[in-house]
Nanobody, 117 residues
Framework: VELVESGGGLVQPGGSLRLSCAAS????????MSWYRQAPGKERELVAA????????NFADSVKGRVTISRDNAKNTVYLQMNSLKPEDTAVYYC???????????WGKGTLVTVSS
């Protein structure tokens, strides 16, 4: 599966962004979709994940209440809506697709989010 992220950019503290990840090349509903981020000098960390069938979601404590994740299986796209952004949210955000049968992970190239005044 190929993943292409979009929607990153520069935003002021307190602002919002919606990231999108478009998938192609495989059956989208077979994948658990996640967003990760990696800030300069830090390890990559999970931001949010969403299961295909149930739509159940999981969020990092650092973003709970500020971030929502959703998916449109008809459009093969997963979204990350981020509100009340903070400077510490600055990072490259990566989309990840995990095949629920093989367990293999596929990654996009990332989109940069910069939160700064």
């Amino acid at each position: 599966v190929e993943l292409v992220e979009s929607g990153g950019g520069l935003v002021q503290p307190g602002g919002s962004l919606r990231l999108s990840c478009a998938a192609s090349g495989s059956t989208f509903s077979n994948y658990l979709m996640s967003w990760y981020r990696q800030a300069p000098g830090k390890e990559r960390e999970l931001v949010a994940a969403i299961i295909s069938v149930s739509g159940s979601t999981n969020f990092a404590d650092s973003v709970k209440g500020r971030v929502t994740i959703s998916r449109d299986n008809a459009k093969n796209t997963v979204y990350l809506q981020m509100n009340s952004l903070k400077p510490e949210d600055t990072a490259v955000y990566y989309c990840c697709a995990r095949n629920t049968y093989s367990g293999r992970d596929y990654w996009g190239k990332g989109t940069l989010v910069t939160v700064s005044s």
